[in-house]
Nanobody, 126 residues
């Protein structure tokens, strides 16, 4: 069966950095894109970034562009989200998702992703 597991969340001061990891199994990752999403309390889940596995094309939400970097390690079946210069407003549960077709101009909508991780909490203190 397909498994998607995030890790790396925690408490970090504003201006700090954090690396999130997501390992997927049971899926041929080269056939799909993967994405990072986040959901703050009382808010809708929103896209953070996505990556096309085969070519490493990437897309970022405007709110994180220049601060976050998505990457992958095919040998480890893992996608990373490197978060730098964190802000209080970045506080959210971060989710990894897999099993979606790549779109060249925007990340696929949440409903298109077939497999989701459990989420990892990122809290940025002021």
């Amino acid at each position: 069966q397909v498994q998607v597991v995030e890790s790396g969340g925690g408490l970090v001061p504003a201006g700090g950095s954090l690396r999130l990891s997501c390992t997927a199994s049971g899926l041929t990752l080269s056939d799909y894109a993967m994405g990072w999403f986040r959901q703050a309390p009382g808010k809708e889940r929103e896209v953070v970034s996505c990556i096309k596995w085969s070519s490493i094309d990437t897309i970022y939400a405007e709110s994180v562009k220049g601060r976050f970097t998505i990457s992958r390690d095919s040998a480890k079946n893992t996608v990373y989200l490197d978060m730098n210069n964190l802000k209080v407003e970045d506080t959210a549960v971060y989710f990894c998702a897999a099993g979606v077709a790549w779109r060249p101009t925007m990340c696929a909508p949440l409903s298109d992703y077939r497999h989701w991780g459990q989420g990892t909490q990122v809290t940025v203190s002021s």
